[in-house]
């Protein structure tokens, strides 16, 4: 962690000893319009904080998770509104429409996931959730269900560990890379797999591309 993120948890932090559970809300509204806020970190902080009786119980988890859904809607609303421009400029693709359909399916899991488990892929599943044209009711039961996940379970175990919080926090903070980077590591497993599995005909542009290319000129 470098000295940069050091000094913004710190101040966070303070910020939210001094203002209170409303300030919470804030960094977690902040955090999910794609500012570098320490999300994850707060939210286990604020359970070890409830435990010392520095926030209110209550009021506390009510608010981050206000705070999140907010965020986590205005984004839905920018994708929601670039989606005639993406329309215009993507729609006749048929990997878009591929891509569209797909996620209007199995659209659910992800942004139940990304609330949580693969934070770092959140933003860009609410644009996605927009400008897919994902139903907004749809999109807010998940969140939901997501950012309440987040919240109970990292504040729970910020609150059961109290003193050790920021121990949880870089534990959680390397699990979290990790996932990243196995889901990386899937997806491009399987679209390598997919490309590979097309018939040879769709193929054949590129290899007759190359073959060009690589054609001595007489």
């Known amino acids: ?20 559970s409303p300030m919470v809300a ?15 970190l707060l939210v286990i902080a604020a359970g070890a904080f409830v435990r010392q009786g520095v926030l209110d119980l209550y009021t506390t988890p009510s608010l981050a998770l206000l705070g999140a859904l907010a965020g986590d809607t205005v984004v839905y609303g ?18 878009w429409q591929k891509s569209e359909a797909y996620f ?13 488990l693969i934070t770092p892929l959140a933003i860009p599943t609410n644009l996605i959730a927009g ?11 998940f969140d939901l269900s997501g950012e309440l996940t ?18 949880i926090s870089d534990f959680i903070s390397d699990f ?10 899937g997806a491009g497993v399987y679209m390598l797999f997919r490309w590979q599995k097309r018939p040879s005909a769709e193929r ?9 290319a690589e054609t001595p000129d007489v």
């Open 131 to 141: 400008s897919s044209g994902y139903p907004f009711w749809k999109f807010l039961l």
């Open 150 to 167: 987040w919240i109970v379970l990292y504040g729970g175990l910020g609150y059961a560990f109290g003193s050790q919080w920021e121990l």
């Open 1 to 20: 962690m470098s000295l940069t993120e050091l000094n913004l948890n710190d101040l966070v932090l303070t910020w939210v000893i001094t203002y209170g």
């Open 26 to 40: 804030a960094v977690l509204l902040l955090g999910a319009l794609g500012l570098p806020m320490p999300g994850t």
């Open 176 to 185: 979290s890379g990790l996932i990243l980077g196995v889901v990386a590591l």
């Open 78 to 95: 920018a994708g929601r509104f670039a989606r005639g421009w993406i329309q215009r400029r993507f729609g006749q693709s048929a990997a």
């Open 104 to 116: 209007k399916k199995r659209g659910g899991i992800a942004i139940y996931l990304t609330r949580w």
């Open 204 to 212: 054949a542009p590129v290899t007759a591309a190359a073959a060009i």
